[in-house]
């Protein structure tokens, strides 16, 4: 008998909170709205029913949010240095394994950022928000 610990709420929430950092903090840095839009129709890191079933168990979840967190922390380096290619290559693999899209290898990362500090885009998070 083998026993098995499912993935609690708590993770499946940070998966989420993980994917939409994706969204709003890194790939702003690397791409225009116009192109993480078409990301979103394309369902990139999109997560339905099917997908919390891959990533059911505790250490299926970690490894989800380990690579997502991973993917992260590497892309919001100042300067990308190759070192780390096969580091990132490997995460989104794990991802593939657990059925989430990330169509984008090491090297679509390695231009130039984009995007500066005073670029406004619609997926970043506000500032500070008004109340009325």
């Known amino acids: 008998m083998k026993v098995v610990f499912a993935s609690t709420p708590e993770q499946e929430q940070k998966i989420q909170e993980l994917i939409q950092k ?3 903090k890194v790939f702003p840095l690397y791409f225009f709205d116009e192109e993480i839009k078409e990301f979103e129709r394309k369902q990139v890191l999109h997560t339905t029913t099917r997908h919390i079933e891959y990533f059911g168990t505790l ?8 690579s997502l967190q991973t993917i992260i922390a590497i892309l919001e380096l100042s300067h990308l240095d190759l070192k780390y290619e096969g580091l990132f290559e490997k995460n989104v693999y794990t991802l593939h394994d657990y059925g989430l ?7 679509h990362f390695c231009k130039d950022k984009i ?3 005073d670029v406004l885009s619609i997926y970043t998070k506000a500032a500070n ?3 009325i």
Do not use: D, G, H, N
């Open 22 to 24: 994706i969204y709003s």
């Open 59 to 66: 250490k299926e979840a970690y490894q989800v949010i380990a």
């Open 101 to 107: 899209t990330f169509p984008f290898s090491f090297r």
């Open 115 to 117: 995007m500066k500090s």
């Open 129 to 131: 928000e008004i109340l």
